[in-house]
């Protein structure tokens, strides 16, 4: 542990700054660096993790409770793929007019996608009913 007025003159003599790395620390952490070098490596390290960061995207698939099964394959091949890319997948199930009265139906294609996306995917927000719509999300396992 040195003190501060040596610290600063062991940085003059170098012709370097002195740098507080962590002030939350006790006794406060400092070093001896160039300060601009300093600012270099740091405003890299932010640039590399930024880049190595994986945006994840709501991808949102429709469907409607008299889907014929040919479509709805279509849809559960195409939400495999968006899971498979690394993105969630929001499954948003429309009731209009007269197919309110069939809400069973809607719960049963729910239930039949939990079922089938099972090996590739968890549930992440079950199915709820949200005024005429059903919705539910599914993620990456």
Not at 49 to 67: H, Y
Not at 112 to 127: C, G, N
Request: charged share 35%; net charge positive.
């Amino acid at each position: 542990m040195v003190s501060i007025k040596e610290a600063l003159k062991r940085a003059d003599e170098a012709g370097l700054d002195l740098i507080e790395i962590s002030p939350n620390a006790n006794p406060p952490v400092c070093k001896i660096l160039d300060l601009g070098k300093y600012r270099y490596e740091q405003q890299k390290r932010k640039a590399e993790a930024r880049k190595n960061q994986k945006v994840v995207e709501i991808k949102e698939i429709k469907l409607s409770p008299n889907i014929d099964t040919h479509d709805y394959e279509v849809k559960l091949r195409s939400a495999k793929r968006f899971i498979e890319d690394g993105n969630k997948v929001k499954f948003t199930l429309r009731f209009r007019g007269r197919e309110m009265a069939y809400m069973e139906q809607g719960e049963e294609i729910m239930a039949r996608i939990v079922e089938d996306s099972d090996l590739y995917a968890k549930i992440e927000q079950t199915a709820k009913l949200e005024g005429k719509q059903i919705t539910m999300v599914i993620a990456p396992k």
